[in-house]
C-alpha cells in the first residue's frame, strides 16, 4: 500500500495526527539548526561579553578591597555565565519534549488504525485480509512515522545537550582566566599607587 492509498482511507484522526507529527518534525529540525548555529555563534562572543561584564565594573573596583574585588568580579562573571547558558538552551527543552511525544502520538495513530480493522471486520463478519489490510497499514505507517520523528528529535536533543556542555566548560575556563588576569592588574595597579603616594609623602616630608 502506497501513500496515496493511505492518504484516501485516512479518516480525519488520521490526517490531524499526520500533520501533528509532521508540524513536530518541522520544528525539530528547524530548532535543531537554530540551536547549533546559535551556540557556535556564542561560543566566538563568549570572550568578548566575559571582558565587557568586568570592564563595566573596573571602576568601581578601585576603592574595594583585595578579597571584595574578587567577590565583586566573580559575581559578575557568573551573572554573564548564567546569561549566556540561558541563551543557549533556548529550544532545546521543545527538542525534549517531541522526543517524548511523538511516539505515543504514533502509538495513538497504531490504535486507531486497529480499531478502525476491529470495526471492518465487524461489519463484514469476515476476517479476510480485504477487510484488515487498509486499517493495518494506517497502523503500521503511523507507528513509523510516530518514530521517524522521535528519534531525531532525541539524536538532536543529545547534541544540543553536548554543545552546550562545551560551551559551559568554555565559559568557565574563560572566566577563570580572565578573573585571574584581572586580579593581577587590580593588584598592579594598587601597589604603583601606594608606591607613589608613599614617594610624594617622602618627598614632602624632605
Known sequence: MNFSVY???????????????????????TIFILRILGTRQLKQQAYGQLVQA?????????????????????????RQISAEKSQ???????????????PFV????????????????GK????????VATPVGEALIMTGLG????????????????FNRGLAHDLQDQAHSLLIDTMLQQETV?????????????????
Not at 147 to 162: D, F, G, K
Open 7 to 29: 492518504w484516501q482511507h485516512a479518516d480525519a484522526v488520521s490526517k490531524t495526527l499526520y500533520f501533528i507529527l509532521l508540524a513536530m518534525s518541522i520544528a525539530t529540525w
Open 106 to 121: 504514533g502509538l495513538f495513530g497504531t490504535v486507531w488504525g486497529i480499531f478502525h480493522a476491529l470495526v471492518a471486520v
Open 124 to 131: 463484514s463478519g469476515q476476517a479476510g485480509l480485504a477487510q
Open 88 to 102: 543557549a538552551e533556548k529550544g532545546v527543552s521543545v527538542l525534549g519534549t517531541i522526543a517524548s511525544l511523538a
Open 147 to 162: 518514530l521517524a520523528v522521535a528519534i531525531p528529535a532525541v539524536m538532536a536533543y543529545n547534541i544540543c545537550v553536548r
Open 54 to 78: 568586568l570592564a563595566t565594573l573596573k571602576s568601581k573596583l578601585q576603592p574595594l578591597s583585595f578579597e571584595q574585588r574578587k567577590a565583586v568580579a566573580e559575581q559578575a562573571l557568573l
Open 190 to 206: 594598587t601597589k604603583a599607587e601606594t608606591k607613589s603616594t608613599q614617594q610624594s609623602l617622602v618627598g614632602g616630608q624632605a
